[in-house]
């Protein structure tokens, strides 16, 4: 099978918010041939995928896995498009974030695997377009999610004892405010961003109107912007200057962990690190708090089914690399949960879900109690967004209004209608192509 067409270089560069090429990694050992399999992915080794690719070698005599690992950010996921691209031999791969998935499908990079997952009953979920837990274009499944990601949010117990302040149960985006400005003491912030509360509001696909134009005119996306800029101002939230100089977008962890900050909207992936004595150091518990509401009504939680594994459609090992993919998404969950994973599938009760995300000396790190009622809440939205259209570009133009913003360089007003006109004109090209 041919790929459909090539990525165009700036593509490329815009969907990854990058500005110069990056090297190749190649997987380990050269010219893969028969039942050896290159995967690539962003989670190290040892937190999962060394043990998943174990037990599929265990059960399947012969076959050899090896994975090159990608750092999960702007370079790391532009060495992966590529290495795609160049034709390196890949025959598994993963995407994380939406913009490198919607990339990499709209480039004919993935392979269908709509008819392999209706022929396998323990797939059915998959199949599920309202609440999906699958990829799905035009029609067809191009990426399965390995992973259920709801967020919450963290917070140092010792900074919230020092406050007095209750640890919230239910609660308004207000509240969080409220609550950060109470935990901020001089010279650090009381939490680490605002949450996306136009996610909250309006779920998924939200980026988008009904018939497919921009939807950042929804005045959710204005009041998002402002909130992240006030709580700057108020000392409620970490300085934006900072976060991009030290690029803490891509390490929270160590802004929250070292006290810099106090309450943390982040996944479970994270958890890993407050794990780490080692490399992160630290003296104080964690707690959980849920996602806050918004007025309105709006409860959708800012997580998504993610973690999506895709077959690359130039891979000669085709059958091989699918029953390696169904080997992750079926029983890679357990081995995964190290890593903060929790399977896409529910493979696993409640108990085995927190007892992986937590570890085995819980309380001494975490206020266990509260992961369990936040964690384990069936409640939970999960959005899964279907609607990709335009997406690097959008994405790009969002991080960069955003950031001006909340550096206070442009005013709410004036980044929420760039937003929406630059979307509006992405989605016309797209649609001009397509």
């Known amino acids: 099978m041919q790929v459909q067409s090539r990525i165009d270089r700036r593509e490329l ?13 190649p997987g380990r050992g050269a010219k893969a041939e028969g039942s050896v399999l290159q995967v690539w992915g962003g989670v190290p080794a040892a937190s999962g995928p060394a043990e998943v690719i174990q037990g599929f070698e265990r059960e399947n005599p012969g076959s050899t896995i090896n994975y090159t690992r990608f750092v999960n950010d702007d370079w790391g996921n532009l060495k992966l498009d590529t290495a795609l691209q160049g034709g390196v031999e890949i025959d598994v791969y993963f995407s994380y974030p939406l913009a490198s998935l919607a990339l990499r499908t709209d480039s004919g990079l993935a392979a269908d695997l709509t008819g392999r997952v209706a022929a396998d009953p323990q797939l059915t979920p998959f199949l599920d377009q309202q609440q999906p837990r699958a990829y799905w274009s035009d029609g067809r499944i191009l990426a399965l999610a ?24 239910a609660w308004t985006i207000d509240d969080f405010r409220a609550f950060a400005r109470r935990l901020a003491t001089p010279g650090s912030p009381g939490a680490y961003a605002a949450p996306d509360t136009a996610r909250i509001a309006l779920g998924p696909n939200y980026w988008y109107t009904a018939d497919g134009r921009s939807n950042f005119a929804d005045p959710r996306f204005l009041e998002w912007l402002r909130l992240g800029q006030d709580m700057i101002r108020e000392g409620g939230a970490y300085p934006w200057t900072e976060v991009l100089a030290r690029r803490l977008e891509v390490y929270q962890q160590n802004g929250f962990l070292t006290g810099e900050f106090a309450v943390w909207p982040t996944a479970p992936f ?7 004595l080692k490399n992160y150091p630290h003296d104080f518990v964690v707690s959980c708090a849920p996602v806050p509401r918004v007025p309105g009504g709006g409860d959708w939680n800012t997580g998504t089914f993610n973690n999506f594994i895709m077959i690359n459609p130039n891979s000669p090992r085709q059958e091989l690399a699918w029953q390696f993919v169904k080997y992750w998404v079926t029983k890679g969950g357990g081995p995964m949960m190290k890593g903060g994973k929790i399977p896409a599938l529910d493979q696993l009760d409640s108990d085995a879900i927190l007892a992986g995300l937590l570890g085995s000396e819980p309380e001494r790190f975490f206020d266990v109690s509260s992961f369990r009622r936040v964690l384990l809440d069936e409640g939970i ?4 967004d279907t609607n990709l259209t335009a997406y690097p570009e959008i994405h790009l133009a969002c991080t960069q209004q955003r950031n001006l913003c909340w ?6 007003e004036d980044a929420v209608r760039a937003i929406d006109a630059r979307a509006e004109a992405a989605i016309e090209r797209y649609r001009g192509r397509s």
Not at 13 to 25: E, F
Not at 147 to 165: D, G, H, I, T
Not at 381 to 384: E, Q
Request: cysteine-free.
């Open 146 to 169: 390995t992973a259920r990601e709801p967020n919450f949010v963290l917070v140092n117990e010792r900074r919230r004892q020092e406050a007095r302040a209750e640890l919230p149960g």
């Open 270 to 276: 994270n958890l890993r690190y407050l794990k780490d």
């Open 13 to 25: 560069l815009a969907g990854v918010g990058a500005v110069a090429a990056a090297a190749v990694l």
């Open 381 to 384: 939205k999960l959005s899964g």
């Open 407 to 412: 550096i206070d360089e442009k005013s709410p």
